[in-house]
C-alpha cells in the first residue's frame, strides 16, 4: 500500500514478533544441541567454561550401540516398505483419476483423509483387538506396521501425486500422446511416471519422515523401532541419546527442506497438511 | 465541484523511473484519460493521486488544498479497480453501504442513497447477491455505484474495464460516460485502450515511458499528434517520408502542401497521413503493390506495398475501392480535399 | 468405441479395488470392530462400557487432553496466524517467505520423541535455561515453566502447531488481496475499520478450522507426553495402560469405549473443518 519504509513502528513490532518465534524455535534446538555434543554436565556449566568438552563422541556411542543399529536397520526396512506399498498403491490410482476419472477425484481426497480420523493410538486397539486374535503371527513381525505406515502416509502421498499429475496436466499430455499412436503402459512409462518422479519424491520424503518419528504404534504394539530404540537408549545415556535425536532431526529437516524447495522450483504446491 | 492540479510529480521505484516531471489540471466536472502502454506511468500516477504511493518529488493540489500528505482515507476520492475489489463477504447493496457508513450518515439518508445507486445502475435484481454470484459486468457496475454512493470530490478509474468481454465494455464504457455527466464529477480514468479513451473523455493523456506526451482533446490527438508516438498509438498512422520545399510548404507523395511547422529547402521530416487521407489509382507505373483489400462495411481497408513508402494503409470508401484487387500496380496519393499535413519529427520509436 | 469406454471402467476397477480392500482391512476393519466393541460390553449390548470411559479418571484424562490440546490449538492457532500476516505484509527481505515455507512444512512434523527431547534439554530440571534462570536467582518451576507441568507440555506443543497453523492459513491469508485494503480506504476506512469489516469476516472460518486441526492433531499426540509425562491423565497414556492388560477385570472393554469416544471427536472436528472450508470456498471464487 503506501510505500513502506522498513523504520516506520508497525515494521519493527513485526520484527520484533518474527525474532521472538524464531528464538522460541531455535533455542530448543540449541539446548539439545549442548546437551548431545558438550560433555559439561548443566549444573556444572559456567560462561567460561561454554566453549570446552565439545565432541561428537555422544553421537558415535549411539550410532554404534547394538540396540540402535538393530533399531536403525529395522527403521529404514520399514521405510522402503512402507513407501513402496504407498507408492503402489496410489501412484496407479492417482493416475487412473486424473487421466480417466476426475470424477472420483474428490471422493479419493476425502477417502485419503480417513487415516486422519482414526490416529495410532486409535487404530492400535481395533489392530489389537482383530488381528491379535485372528493371526497372530501377523502381529508378530516387525513387517505388520507397514501396511499402517502406509495407511497414515496416504493423506500427503495422494496429495502430492496428484497435484503433481495436475502441474504437468497429466490428462491432456495423455489425450496428445493417445492421438500420436502411443500405447496406454508406453504412455505410463514413458510420459507420466518421469514426469512424476518429483512428487514422488516428496511423497517419498514425507514417508520416511513419518516413519522414522512413528513411536505410537510401534511402541504400543511392543516393536523395536528406531523412536522407540531411542527412547530406551536415552534413558540410559542422556548424552548420547539427545546427540543421536538431533542427528536424526537435522537429517529429517534438510530432505523435507530440500524437497519442498525443488517442488517449489517446478511449480508443484500441495497442502502437506491436507487440507 | 473539485479541480485537479499535479505538479512535477516524480517517481522512482528502485532504479527505474515511473514518473519523470508529470504535470496534470484538470477542470471541475472533467473526464480525463491517462492512455498508455503498460509500463508507461499512467497506473502509478493514479496511486499517486488516490495517495496509495508519494511521490518523490512533487505536489498534489486539489480544490485548491494541498493533499500531498493526506493519506487516502482523508482524500474523499471514489475509486473503482481493476479486479473490482468488491467485499466477497458482503452483498452489493452492503457493499454500497461502505463508505456511507464510515461517513456516519444517517440510516434513512444512507437506505435513499443505496436505492438511487442501485436504480441508476440497474442492479434491482442483483442488490441482495454477493459477488461471487455476479458477473464481471455487474460486479463493476455495484463497484461503481459503491464509488459514487459517497459524493467523492473526484472519482478515479484503475483499467475498469480490462477485465470485462468486448460486449460489456462497451455498454458499461457508455454507462461510465453517462452517470459521470449526470452527476459532473471530476473523473480520472486510466486505460491501454485507446478506442476507450477517445470515445468517452473529455480530453486525454497520452502517456510514455513515464512522460505525458500530449494531453489534449481526443480529435486534437487524432489530427495533430505531436511527435510519432502519439500518432502510432492513436488510430492508424502512415509515417511518410517529407522534404521541405519552401517556407511551411513540404513535399509529401510528390505534393506540395502546407504543414503545421515551418520549412527549410531541404528538410527532412516525417508526415502523418491517416488512412482516410489516402487515395489509390491503378496505375501500370505505381511505385505500389496492392498486398490486401478488407472489406469493413463502409470503408474498405486497402494495404499497399510501397517502394518508396514501405507499408501504407488506405482507407477508402467501399464504392471507390470496387476496382482493386490484391497484386494490382497502383499509385497511392494524398487525397484532393487534403489542406494540410502534420509533421511529427523524426521517427525515434 | 463403447468396448474402449468399457475398458477403461474396468481399468479404473482394476485399481480402485485392491486399494480399497487396502483401506477396508487395515482400516476399516478394525475401527468397526472398536466400535462394535464399544457399545457391546460383555458381548450385550449397552452402554455401560461408554458410560465408564467418561467417567472417573477417564473422565479426568479426557479433560486434560481437551485442555492441552484447546490450549495449544488456541495459542498456537493465534501465533500462526499472526506469523502468516506479519510474513504477507513484509516485503523485504524476499527470501523470508520462501524459507518460512519450507520451515513450516519440516517443522510440523518435527513433533515427537526428538522435541520432547529438546525441551527437556531446555527447559527440563537439568535444562540450560532452567540454569540461566537459576543464576539470575529466579526458579522457573515456581512459575509453572517446567517440561513435564501442563503449561510447559502446552509450549512444547506449541512447536508443531505454530508451524502447522502457519501452513493452513497461508493460503488464505494470501488470498486477503491488496485492493480490498486499498477499496477501504478511499472510502475513508481506518485499517481497524477494514480488518473489523473485511479482513476478520473472511478470515474467520479458515482460522476456526485451522485451530480445529490443530486441536485434532494435538488430541492424538503421543511421543511426546510419552517422553515427558509417562504417568499423566492423558487419554493418549490411559490408552496404552489399558492396552498393556493393566486392567481390573471386567474394565477390557474399556479400552473400545474410550476410543470410540476420541473417533466420534475427531469425526466431528473434521466435520466442522469441512464445514469452515466450504464457507471459505464460497466467498473466495471471485
Known amino acids: 500500500m503506501i510505500s513502506e519504509s522498513r523504520f516506520r513502528p508497525t515494521a519493527i513490532l513485526k520484527w520484533v514478533f518474527l525474532i521472538a518465534v524464531g528464538l522460541y524455535f531455535f533455542l530448543p534446538m540449541a539446548a539439545m544441541a549442548r546437551f548431545g555434543f558438550q560433555s559439561v554436565p548443566t549444573a556444572l556449566l559456567t560462561p567460561e567454561k561454554l566453549f570446552t568438552g565439545w565432541s561428537i563422541s555422544g553421537l558415535t556411542t549411539a550410532i554404534t550401540d547394538p540396540r540402535m543399529v538393530a533399531g536403525m536397520r529395522t527403521s529404514l526396512a520399514l521405510v522402503v516398505l512402507a513407501i513402496l506399498l504407498n507408492l503402489a498403491l496410489l501412484v496407479p490410482l492417482a493416475i487412473v483419476t486424473e487421466v480417466r476419472s476426475p470424477r472420483l477425484r474428490p471422493y479419493l481426497t476425502a477417502l485419503t483423509l480417513l487415516p486422519w480420523v482414526i490416529p495410532p493410538i486409535a487404530l492400535v486397539v481395533g489392530v489389537s483387538a482383530t488381528f491379535r486374535a485372528t493371526v497372530p503371527w501377523f502381529l508378530a513381525s516387525v513387517f505388520s506396521l507397514v501396511p499402517f505406515y502406509a495407511l497414515w502416509a496416504m493423506p500427503f502421498t495422494y496429495r502430492a501425486l496428484d497435484a503433481g499429475l495436475q502441474a504437468i496436466n497429466a490428462r491432456t499430455l495423455y489425450e496428445a500422446s493417445r492421438s500420436m499412436g502411443a500405447s496406454f503402459w508406453t504412455i505410463i512409462f514413458k510420459v507420466l511416471l518421469p514426469n512424476m518422479r518429483a512428487s514422488m519424491i516428496a511423497a517419498s520424503t514425507l514417508t520416511a519422515a513419518m516413519v522414522l518419528g512413528e513411536f505410537a504404534f510401534a511402541s504400543l504394539l511392543l516393536k523395536n523401532t528406531l523412536p522407540t530404540e531411542m527412547v530406551i537408549y536415552q534413558a540410559k545415556n542422556p548424552r548420547g541419546g539427545l546427540a543421536f535425536a538431533i542427528f536424526i532431526m537435522v537429517l529429517t529437516a534438510v530432505s523435507i527442506g530440500l524437497v519442498v524447495r525443488s517442488l517449489r522450483r517446478q511449480g508443484i504446491s500441495f497442502n502437506a497438511t491436507g487440507i | ?349 | 468405441m463403447r468396448a474402449m469406454f468399457r475398458r477403461e471402467n474396468r481399468l479404473g476397477l482394476f485399481v480402485l479395488i485392491p486399494f480399497a480392500a487396502f483401506v477396508f482391512l487395515f482400516l476399516v476393519y478394525p475401527t468397526l470392530v472398536v466400535l462394535w466393541k464399544a457399545i457391546t460390553p460383555h458381548g450385550a449390548m449397552g452402554t455401560s462400557a461408554l458410560v465408564k470411559a467418561l467417567s472417573g479418571t477417564y473422565r479426568t484424562g479426557f479433560i486434560q487432553s481437551i485442555a492441552l490440546s484447546g490450549w495449544s490449538a488456541l495459542i498456537g492457532g493465534i501465533i500462526g496466524l499472526m506469523l502468516a500476516l506479519v510474513i504477507k505484509s513484509l516485503k523485504r527481505p524476499k527470501w523470508l517467505h520462501p524459507s518460512l515455507d519450507s520451515w513450516s512444512a519440516v517443522a510440523s512434523q518435527l513433533g515427537g520423541v526428538g522435541l520432547a527431547f529438546a525441551f527437556i534439554a531446555l527447559i527440563g530440571t537439568q535444562g540450560i535455561l532452567t540454569k540461566v534462570f537459576n543464576n539470575l536467582g529466579i526458579n522457573l518451576a515456581d512459575y509453572g515453566i517446567t517440561a513435564v507441568g501442563f503449561w510447559g507440555q502446552v509450549t512444547v506443543y506449541l512447536y508443531f502447531q505454530i508451524p502447522l497453523m502457519f501452513l493452513v492459513m497461508m493460503p488464505a491469508v494470501m488470498g486477503l488481496k491488496n485492493s480490498w485494503r486499498e477499496a477501504a480506504a478511499i472510502m475513508g476506512a481506518s485499517p481497524a475499520r477494514y480488518w473489523w469489516s473485511v479482513g476478520i469476516p473472511l478470515l474467520t472460518p479458515s482460522t476456526l478450522g485451522g485451530m480445529l486441526l490443530l486441536f485434532i492433531n494435538a488430541f492424538t499426540a503421543y511421543a511426546t507426553v510419552y517422553v515427558l509425562n509417562p504417568s499423566g491423565a492423558l487419554v493418549p497414556l490411559q490408552i496404552r495402560f489399558l492396552l498393556q492388560g493393566n486392567v481390573i477385570t471386567g474394565e477390557e472393554d474399556l479400552a473400545y469405549a474410550i476410543v470410540a469416544w476420541v473417533i466420534l471427536l475427531l469425526l466431528t472436528g473434521l466435520g466442522l473443518i469441512t464445514v469452515m472450508q466450504r464457507r471459505t470456498l464460497r466467498w473466495s471464487s471471485q
Not at chain 2, 19 to 24: A, Q
Not at chain 2, 294 to 304: A, E, M
Request: net charge negative; with cysteine.
Open chain 2, 1 to 349: 465541484m473539485a479541480t485537479v492540479d499535479m505538479a512535477g510529480i516524480r517517481k522512482t521505484f528502485g532504479s527505474s523511473v515511473a514518473l519523470e516531471d508529470f504535470s496534470l489540471s484538470i477542470a471541475s466536472g472533467e473526464l480525463v484519460c491517462l492512455l498508455g502502454p503498460s509500463g508507461c506511468g499512467k497506473t502509478t500516477a493514479l496511486r499517486i493521486l488516490a495517495g496509495f504511493e508519494r511521490p518523490d518529488a512533487g505536489t498534489v493540489v486539489v480544490e485548491g488544498r494541498d493533499l500531498s500528505n493526506d493519506p487516502p482515507e482523508k482524500r474523499q476520492f471514489g475509486m473503482v479497480f481493476q479486479d473490482y475489489s468488491l467485499f466477497p463477504n458482503m452483498t452489493a447493496r452492503q457493499n454500497i453501504d461502505f463508505g456511507l457508513k464510515v461517513q456516519k450518515r444517517s440510516s434513512a439518508e444512507r437506505k435513499e442513497i443505496i436505492d438511487r445507486m442501485i436504480e441508476v445502475t440497474a442492479l434491482q435484481e442483483h442488490a441482495d447477491k454477493f459477488p461471487h454470484q455476479m458477473s464481471g459486468g455487474q460486479k463493476q457496475r455495484v463497484a461503481l455505484a459503491r464509488a459514487i454512493a459517497t459524493s467523492p470530490k473526484v472519482l478515479l478509474l484503475d483499467e475498469p474495464l480490462s477485465a470485462l468481454d468486448a460486449k460489456v465494455r462497451e455498454t458499461l464504457r457508455d454507462e461510465i460516460r453517462r452517470l459521470q455527466l449526470e452527476i459532473g464529477v471530476t473523473t480520472v480514468f486510466v486505460t491501454h485502450d485507446q478506442h476507450e479513451a477517445l470515445a468517452i473523455a473529455d480530453r486525454v493523456g497520452v502517456m510514455s515511458a513515464g512522460r505525458l506526451e500530449q494531453l489534449a482533446p481526443p480529435r486534437e490527438l487524432y489530427e495533430n499528434p505531436v511527435n510519432a508516438f502519439v500518432a502510432s498509438f492513436i488510430g492508424t498512422v502512415n509515417k511518410m517520408a517529407a522534404v521541405g520545399v519552401e517556407d511551411g510548404r513540404w513535399r509529401v507523395l510528390g505534393r506540395s502542401i502546407p504543414g503545421n511547422t515551418a520549412s527549410t529547402i531541404g528538410a527532412a521530416d516525417i508526415a502523418a497521413v491517416r488512412p482516410e487521407q489516402l487515395a489509390v489509382d491503378p496505375a501500370e507505373d505505381g511505385s505500389g503493390v496492392v498486398e490486401s483489400v478488407s472489406f469493413l462495411g463502409p470503408i474498405t481497408r486497402v494495404i499497399i506495398d510501397d517502394r518508396d513508402h514501405g507499408r501504407l494503409f488506405a482507407d477508402i470508401i467501399s464504392a471507390d475501392a470496387a476496382g482493386l484487387f490484391p497484386a494490382q500496380r497502383v499509385r497511392p496519393r494524398l487525397r484532393d480535399d487534403v489542406s494540410d499535413v502534420v509533421l511529427i519529427g523524426p521517427d525515434l520509436t
